[in-house]
C-alpha cells in the first residue's frame, strides 16, 4: 500500500505516480471496472456516430431518390446533343454576327469621321468661291479647269517652239556669214596651190631630164641602197648588241660548266682507276669466265657485260647471292669436310683516300671467297672444283664399265628373260581381248578392239619401246658391242632421268627401287582403244567419240572392254577357279535394253557375278538364273533384313524356306 515491494531477495519502491493494474487482486478489480466503464462510454459515442451516418444515408438516399426521379425525366441523351449543337452553332452565330456588327459600327465611324474632315477642308478651301454647294457645280468646275490647264499647257508648247525657231534663224544667219568668208578663203587657196603645181611640175620635169642620163641611174640606186641601209642600221646595230650580250653569257656559262666538267673528269677518272682495278682482281680470280686471246681490261669488261647481258633480271641483289652461297657453304659443308673448306673475306684492306665516291667502289669490292685444302695443299677454289671435276669424271669411268657389266649380266641373263616373258604374255593376252571384243555380238553393232602401242624415247641416248623390246628378245649370245652400248646407255639415261626426278621432287630413293621402276615394262608401252560400227572404218576411241555416242553405246565402251579383260585374264588361269566378278552400283545410267545386252555378255563370258544397286532386279530373260537379296532397313533401324528371291530365267520366286 505504501508502494514498497519485495520478490525473494529482491526489495524496492514504486513511484508515487504509478497506480497499479496488475498486481493486488483490488488493482486488478478496479482497473478491469475502469476498462469496462471506459468501452461502455465508447460503445455509446459509436451509437450515436452510428445514429448520424445513418441521418446522412438517408439524406443521400432521399438526393438519390430526387435525382432518380430528375434522370427519369430529363429528355433522352439524343436530343440533349441536338439541342446541345444546336444552341453552340447558335451561340457562334450570334458571335459571328456581333463581331461583324461591331466592325461594321467601326469602318462606318471611320467613314464618318473622314466624310467631317472632308467637309471642314472643302469649307475652308471654298471660303472665296462663289460655286454653289454641290456636287454638280464643283464638277462642271472642275472640268473647266482641266480644260484651261491643258490649252495653257499647249500655249506654252508653241510659245518654247516659236522661241526655238527664232533661235535656229539666227543661227543660219552667222553660219552663211561664216560659209562665204571660207568660200573666199578657199578660192584664195585653192589658186595658191594650181601656182604650186604648176611650179612643182615644171621642177619635176626638170629633175625627170636630169635622171634621164645614164650617169645619173647609178647615182639614184646608190641613193636609194644608202637610204634603205640606213633604215636598217639602227636595227642591225641592236641586233648585234643583243647577241653581243647573250654570246658573253653564253660564253661565262660555258667557262663555268667546262670548269665542273674538267672537275668531274678529275673525279671519274680515279672513280674508274679504283673499278679498273676492282674488275681486274675479280677477273684474275677466273671464277666467271676467262678470254686467254684478250688482254685489253676495257674489252675484257665489255665482253663479261656483253656476254651476262639479262643475267640480273631476276630482281638478285649482291646480297641475296652473298647469302646463298652462305646457304649452300653451309649445307655442302659436311659433305666437303675432307677438303676443309672454309669461307673468308678477300679484297677488304685498303687506304682511307679522303674520297668518299672512291672509298665507297674499295669497299664495295670486297667479297666471300671459298679456300680448302687438296692433300694438305690450300687451293682456291677454281683448283677445287677441277679437282673434284677429274675425280667425278674418273669415277663416272670406272661407273660405267661396272654398270655396263651389271646392265649386261641383269638383261641378257636373269632380268631380260622375265621381261621378255611378261612382254610376250602381255601381247598374247591383248590378242585374247580383241578376239574377244571382235567376236561378241551386240545389239547396236559396235564392237571394240586394243592396240598396246610402243612409247617413244624421251631423249636422244634413250631407245623408243620398239628398238628395246627388239634388243631384249634377242638372245644374248647374238647382241653386238654395238647394241649391248645402246641397251646401257638407255638405262643409264633412264636412271639420271629417274634421280634427277627425285632431287626435284625433293625425296630419295634406292638404286633398287630406282631399277624396279625402270624395269617396269607396262610403262613402256600404251593402251589404246578402237571402236568399229556397222558398215563403219574402225577409228580410235576419243573423248570427242565417246561423248556422241548414245548411253547404250557409252555403257558398251566402259563394260565390254572391262568384261574382256577380265575374262582374259580368267583363261589363263586353272579350269576351275572361279571366274567372279563384282560390280557396284552396277550399269547406272543405263536403259533396259543395253542392260539387257550387259548381262547377256556376262553370260556369254562365263563370269559369276555379284553385283548391287538401288533398282536394278537382274531379271532379265539374257540372264539363266540369279540368286537376288533386297535388303530392308526399316525406320533408319540399326539392322538390315534381307528378303531373298530366284531367278530361273523366266519368273522371279520368293524364296521361304530358311538357308
Same mark, same amino acid.
Given at each position: 500500500e505504501n508502494g514498497e515491494y519485495v520478490i525473494g531477495i529482491i526489495k524496492g519502491n514504486t513511484s508515487g505516480i504509478y497506480i497499479p493494474k496488475y498486481i493486488g487482486a483490488e488493482a486488478r478489480k478496479r482497473y478491469r471496472s475502469e476498462m469496462i466503464q471506459n468501452i461502455q462510454t465508447q460503445i455509446v459515442e459509436i451509437k450515436l456516430q452510428i445514429e448520424v451516418e445513418n441521418d446522412k444515408i438517408?439524406?443521400?438516399?432521399?438526393?438519390?431518390?430526387?435525382?432518380?426521379?430528375?434522370?427519369?425525366?430529363?429528355?433522352?441523351?439524343?436530343?440533349?446533343?441536338?439541342?446541345?449543337?444546336?444552341?453552340?452553332?447558335?451561340?457562334?452565330?450570334?458571335?459571328?454576327?456581333?463581331?461583324?456588327?461591331?466592325?461594321?459600327?467601326?469602318?462606318?465611324?471611320?467613314?464618318?469621321?473622314?466624310?467631317?474632315?472632308?467637309?471642314?477642308?472643302?469649307?475652308?478651301?471654298?471660303?472665296?468661291?462663289?460655286?454653289?454647294?454641290?456636287?454638280?457645280?464643283?464638277?462642271?468646275?472642275e472640268n473647266q479647269?482641266?480644260?484651261?490647264?491643258?490649252?495653257?499647257?499647249?500655249?506654252?508648247?508653241?510659245?518654247? /517652239?516659236? +522661241?526655238? #525657231?527664232?533661235?535656229?534663224?539666227? *543661227?543660219?544667219?552667222?553660219?552663211?556669214? &561664216?560659209?562665204s568668208g571660207d568660200i573666199d578663203r578657199i578660192s584664195c587657196d585653192l589658186e595658191t596651190v594650181f601656182n604650186k603645181i604648176i611650179e612643182t611640175k615644171n621642177?619635176?620635169?626638170?629633175?625627170?631630164?636630169?635622171?634621164?642620163?645614164?650617169?645619173?641611174e647609178y647615182v639614184r640606186a646608190e641613193i636609194e641602197r644608202c637610204v634603205s641601209d640606213l /633604215?636598217? +642600221?639602227? #636595227?642591225?646595230?641592236?641586233?648585234? *648588241?643583243?647577241?653581243?650580250?647573250?654570246? &658573253?653569257?653564253?660564253?661565262?656559262?660555258?667557262?663555268?660548266?667546262?670548269?665542273?666538267?674538267?672537275k668531274q673528269i678529275i673525279g671519274l677518272q680515279i672513280q674508274n682507276e679504283g673499278l679498273r682495278d676492282s674488275f681486274i682482281l675479280e677477273y684474275e680470280l677466273g671464277y666467271v669466265v676467262q678470254y686467254t686471246d684478250e688482254k685489253d681490261c676495257v674489252r675484257i669488261a665489255k665482253k663479261v657485260c656483253s656476254q651476262f647481258k639479262g643475267d640480273d633480271k631476276n630482281g638478285k641483289q649482291r646480297d641475296d647471292y652473298a647469302k646463298t652461297l652462305q646457304d649452300k657453304y653451309h649445307e655442302n659443308y659436311n659433305l666437303m669436310a675432307e677438303y676443309s673448306l672454309r669461307m673468308e673475306y678477300i679484297f677488304e684492306q685498303f687506304e682511307d683516300t679522303k674520297n668518299e665516291k672512291l672509298d665507297k667502289i674499295l669497299l664495295s669490292r670486297k667479297r666471300l671467297d671459298l679456300l680448302a685444302r687438296i692433300q694438305g695443299k690450300e687451293v682456291n677454289f677454281n683448283t677445287l672444283t677441277a679437282y673434284i671435276g677429274d675425280s667425278i669424271a674418273e669415277t663416272e669411268k670406272l661407273l660405267r664399265e661396272s654398270d655396263r657389266q651389271l646392265f649386261e649380266d641383269i638383261l641378257a641373263n636373269t632380268v631380260g628373260k622375265k621381261i621378255r616373258a611378261r612382254i610376250y604374255h602381255s601381247e598374247q593376252w591383248v590378242k585374247k581381248m580383241n578376239s574377244l571384243m571382235e567376236s561378241m555380238n551386240t545389239s547396236s553393232g559396235l564392237s571394240f578392239s586394243l592396240a598396246w602401242k610402243s612409247r617413244v624415247a624421251e631423249s636422244e641416248d634413250q631407245l623408243n619401246t620398239k628398238e628395246l623390246v627388239d634388243l631384249l628378245q634377242t638372245d644374248a649370245v647374238l647382241l653386238t658391242e654395238e647394241s649391248l652400248s645402246r641397251l646401257?646407255?638407255?638405262?643409264?639415261?633412264?636412271?639420271?632421268?629417274?634421280?634427277?626426278?627425285?632431287?626435284?621432287?625433293?625425296?630419295?630413293?634406292?638404286?633398287?627401287?630406282?631399277?624396279?621402276?625402270?624395269?617396269?615394262?607396262?610403262?613402256?608401252?600404251?593402251?589404246?582403244?578402237?571402236?568399229?560400227?556397222?558398215?563403219?572404218?574402225?577409228?580410235?576411241?576419243?573423248?570427242?567419240a565417246f561423248y556422241k555416242f548414245s548411253g547404250g553405246e557409252k555403257a558398251m565402251a566402259m563394260y565390254v572392254p572391262l568384261f574382256s579383260a577380265v575374262y582374259a585374264r580368267y583363261d589363263g588361269a586353272k579350269k576351275d577357279c572361279p571366274r567372279i566378278i563384282s560390280l557396284d552400283e552396277a550399269f547406272a545410267g543405263v536403259d533396259e535394253n543395253n542392260i539387257r545386252d550387259m548381262f547377256r555378255l556376262l553370260e556369254e563370258l562365263d563370269l559369276s557375278f555379284i553385283i548391287n544397286s538401288q533398282s536394278l532386279w537382274g531379271d532379265y530373260e539374257t540372264v539363266s538364273s540369279l540368286s537376288i537379296y533386297e535388303l530392308i532397313r526399316p525406320n533408319n533401324a540399326d539392322f538390315v533384313t534381307t528378303i531373298r528371291y530366284k531367278w530361273n530365267g523366266k519368273v522371279k520366286e520368293l524364296v521361304t524356306e530358311s538357308l
Open positions: 438517408k439524406e443521400i438516399q432521399q438526393s438519390k431518390v430526387v435525382l432518380d426521379t430528375e434522370f427519369e425525366e430529363m429528355p433522352p441523351k439524343t436530343d440533349l446533343e441536338a439541342s446541345f449543337e444546336n444552341m453552340k452553332s447558335l451561340n457562334d452565330h450570334l458571335m459571328s454576327k456581333e463581331k461583324e456588327a461591331a466592325g461594321k459600327e467601326q469602318v462606318s465611324s471611320m467613314f464618318y469621321d473622314k466624310l467631317k474632315n472632308a467637309k471642314t477642308k472643302v469649307l475652308e478651301l471654298t471660303k472665296k468661291m462663289e460655286l454653289p454647294l454641290n456636287l454638280d457645280a464643283y464638277e462642271r468646275a479647269c482641266t480644260q484651261y490647264r491643258d490649252r495653257l499647257g499647249d500655249l506654252d508648247t508653241q510659245h518654247a /517652239k516659236l +522661241i526655238q #525657231l527664232l533661235g535656229n534663224i539666227i *543661227i543660219y544667219e552667222e553660219n552663211i556669214k &561664216e560659209t621642177i619635176r620635169k626638170n629633175y625627170e631630164e636630169i635622171l634621164s642620163k645614164p650617169e645619173y /633604215k636598217e +642600221i639602227p #636595227l642591225r646595230l641592236e641586233n648585234a *648588241i643583243v647577241r653581243a650580250t647573250k654570246n &658573253e653569257e653564253k660564253y661565262n656559262n660555258a667557262m663555268g660548266r667546262l670548269e665542273e666538267i674538267g646401257t646407255e638407255h638405262f643409264r639415261s633412264k636412271i639420271v632421268l629417274a634421280r634427277k626426278e627425285q632431287e626435284d621432287k625433293g625425296s630419295s630413293q634406292s638404286f633398287h627401287a630406282t631399277m624396279k621402276d625402270i624395269l617396269d615394262y607396262r610403262k613402256w608401252f600404251e593402251f589404246q582403244l578402237f571402236y568399229r560400227k556397222t558398215g563403219e572404218i574402225k577409228k580410235e576411241l576419243t573423248d570427242n
